[in-house]
């Protein structure tokens, strides 16, 4: 069974950084693109950022872009998310997703692997 573990969540002040790390760990086969998304309370899940196997391509949402950086280690299995100049609208719980593919697609429906989540808070 595959497991993804997220940390870095926390609580921080608008204008911070933050750096999210995701560690998947188990029965991993093949090649796997990994993406972010993120949901706030009663919001829906949304998607946040992508990045394919090759650590190359990559695709983010607009409200992040040019603020948030996705990169992946496949020797370590981890990807991380940098997100900088935090506002409070980016509050949220992150969740870190594989999909059993080398490319990447910003549909939650897609990925079949989920950590539990880790909050993050901006305060203003």
């Known amino acids: 069974q595959v497991q993804l573990v997220e940390s870095g969540g926390g609580l921080v002040q608008a204008g911070g950084s933050l750096r999210l790390s995701c560690a998947a760990s188990?029965?991993?086969?093949?090649?796997?693109?990994m993406a972010w998304f993120r949901q706030a309370p009663g919001k829906e899940r949304e998607f946040v950022a992508a990045?394919?196997?090759?650590?190359?391509?990559?695709n983010y949402a607009d409200s992040v872009k040019g603020r948030f950086t996705i990169s992946r280690n496949n020797a370590k299995n981890t990807v991380s998310l940098q997100m900088n100049s935090l506002k409070p609208e980016d509050t949220a719980v992150y969740y870190c997703?594989?999909?059993?593919?080398?490319?990447?697609?910003?549909?939650?429906?897609?990925?079949?692997?989920w950590g539990q989540g880790t909050q993050v808070t901006v305060s203003s």
């Open positions: 990045i394919n196997w090759s650590g190359g391509p990559t």
């Open positions: 997703a594989k999909r059993s593919s080398g490319l990447w697609t910003r549909y939650a429906r897609d990925y079949d692997a």
């Open positions: 188990g029965r991993i086969f093949g090649d796997f693109a």
